[in-house]
């Protein structure tokens, strides 16, 4: 099975590439629309600012294809920036338009005694639909975050999990065949791989 990591020129490429493949995929990093729609799978990774990534998916047609991709039926799985960059807006550094494939936006984490930001570290996950296949038969147990802006999403039962940040934080997102992590799976031991495997098992289940 063939695993597309869309290249927009910004993401973490060569780790969840080697994550990929250690799971014993084949993985494409990309920007070639047709690789990507023949994919059994499609990674949207990110690392930096919204709007930079946006401006950066729609130079490259990249923000065209990932919609078609989803439209398609394609598992499509947002990973950090790559998540937020699901929901319809984020508010980090002014108000900027996402792929809109996720009712909901994304805020700055607000001032808390005790709490950094950027969240920083190893945060344990509450699932909040066990059964969904991101998590079906995992144990809860803690990965590696690391942003500064969260999202609110607009459908309580588009929330897979949650991580606790002086208050119920977005860990895990879900709809249809559309995910995300905001979290770093290639980064998180043992459960974040096992979440990617997860994720990259559910075009073998629907063969």
Known sequence: MAVAIVDYGMGNLHSVSKAVERLGYT??????????LAADSVILPGVGAFGDAMEHLRASGMDTVVRAAAAAGQPLLGICLG?????????????????GLLPGSVVRFAPRDGY?????????????????PLVAGLTEGHVYFVHSYHALPAADSDLIAVTDYGHPVTA?????????????????GELGIRLLDHFLHIKAQQA
């Open 116 to 132: 950094k930001v950027p969240h920083m570290g190893w945060n344990r996950l509450s699932f909040r639909q066990p059964e969904s």
């Open 172 to 188: 895990i997102v879900g709809r249809g065949n559309v995910y995300g992590m905001q979290f770093h799976p290639e980064k998180s």
């Open 27 to 36: 993985s494409l990093v990309t920007a070639d629309a047709a690789e990507i």
């Open 83 to 99: 998540m937020q960059l699901l929901f319809d807006s984020s508010e980090e550094h002014g108000e900027h338009q996402g792929l």
